[in-house]
């Protein structure tokens, strides 16, 4: 990819080249203080420093996307990263299964950082919905009755959702979601505790304050002055405030966040929905390749193995929902040599890294199971 070569990156460019100030420090810092405690790909903790600065500038913007933290399994560090945001964020507000009325209310009133953990059941919510489908764009209100009169409510704010379910199609497309991983144990990081971590935060959040307020004339300037032509109309609305905020703060890594942009945005149109079953299928192909003693299996052979497990829900599986369940892994087939034929199937590798960050040596596979499930292949 060439350097600044598209159309967007050189006019904020352009806009920011006077610029000075303590930015690049700033930036550094906050990436230093996520990258502590949370095990994330590279480009990240960019991204998130960034929406932090986000949140004391999003009514300089006309749209402030949302960040979704999700995972197909627990203990894969969203919480952690949200508790992060809690205490570099403006105004941050904890929701988890909020009323529609409070939500409303505490919006409409606080304009704060919402952060919504377990926010699988607030995005179900018809009451809510609306609210959240409204309230990324500058200016959305939505009426409700109040005392038998009609009260416009204002929906606008920056909002965080850590979910393990599917993300609903609205909320998607509005959002720069985040897929987070189970750190291996090989990859170190340090446990967060809030009396070691929170004066850091603190003063970070005091330094993100000032700078913000002293760069929102130049950050408003950029943000006027740029449309990213290499996105489409709404991932372009969800992103430019973060490209706006770099050009000012760290104009010579545009180009590392546009690669993460980009990375993100491809894998957010790849995501799959049924992710709930699929670290039991990996755990279950870990079982199946051990009692097997190969490193490669065909597919139908691999399937007819996973249904002969002594308590298997794989009845019913076929390739096409084997695929399925794996690909938000990154786990695809390939054509073997197996059996003195070549054949679709997979391969003990592929698996590999999967398998150490969301199945460890003690989690229960339907080879050892004692109890009934249910059928997730039906």
């Known amino acids: ?48 420093s960034l929406f932090a600065l986000q949140s004391y500038l999003w009514q300089t913007f006309e ?23 809690s205490w570099l964020c403006c105004r ?94 090989s990859e170190i990081h340090v446990e967060l505790r809030e009396r ?3 004066n850091t935060a603190a003063q970070l959040a005091k330094e993100i304050a000032s700078w913000a307020t002293a760069a929102r004339n130049q950050i408003a300037d950029c943000y006027a002055a740029t449309t990213l032509g290499f996105l489409a109309d709404r991932e372009a609305n969800i992103w430019a405030p973060l490209f706006s905020i770099a050009a000012v703060a760290i104009p010579e890594r545009l180009d590392d966040l546009k690669v993460t942009a980009l990375r993100l945005i491809h894998e957010k149109a790849r995501q799959d929905s049924e992710l709930s ?11 199946v390749f051990a009692e097997e003693r190969v490193e490669k299996l065909p597919t139908d052979r691999l399937i007819k193995a996973l249904q002969r497990l002594p308590v298997s829900p794989w009845n019913g599986l076929s390739s096409n929902a084997l695929a399925n369940y794996l690909r938000p892994f990154g786990i695809k087939s390939k054509q073997l040599w ?27 596979s339907s080879a050892d199971s004692e109890e009934d499930n249910e059928n997730p292949a039906a």
């Open 1 to 48: 990819m060439d350097n600044h070569t598209e159309k967007g990156v050189p006019e904020l460019l352009e806009a920011s080249r006077h610029v000075e100030g303590s930015g690049p420090q700033l930036i550094s810092a906050l990436e230093q203080f996520f990258g502590r405690y949370v095990v994330v790909p590279p480009g990240i903790p960019l991204v998130l």
């Open 63 to 85: 749209h402030c996307g949302y960040l979704v933290l999700s995972s197909p399994a627990k203990r894969s560090g969203k919480t952690t990263t949200a508790v992060i945001l």
């Open 92 to 185: 941050p507000q904890w929701a988890v299964d909020p009323s529609g009325a409070a939500t409303y209310r505490l919006i409409d009133a606080c304009q704060p950082t919402m952060l919504f953990d377990e926010a699988e059941i607030c995005l179900q919510d018809r009451r809510i919905r609306p609210l959240l489908n409204a309230g990324f764009r500058r200016g959305a209100t939505v009426p409700r009755c109040v005392g038998g009169q009609v009260v416009e409510f204002s929906t606008y704010c920056p909002k965080v959702f850590c979910t393990l379910s599917e993300i609903p199609e609205t909320i998607r497309d509005r959002s720069i979601v985040i897929s987070m991983r189970r750190a291996k144990p």
């Open 196 to 198: 070691d971590a929170s």
């Open 277 to 287: 079953p699929a670290v039991r299928l990996l755990s279950d192909l870990k079982a």
């Open 338 to 364: 197996v059996d003195g034929r070549n054949q679709h199937g997979y391969r003990l590798q592929d698996l590999q890294d999967s398998l150490e960050r969301y199945v460890s040596d003690t989690e229960e």
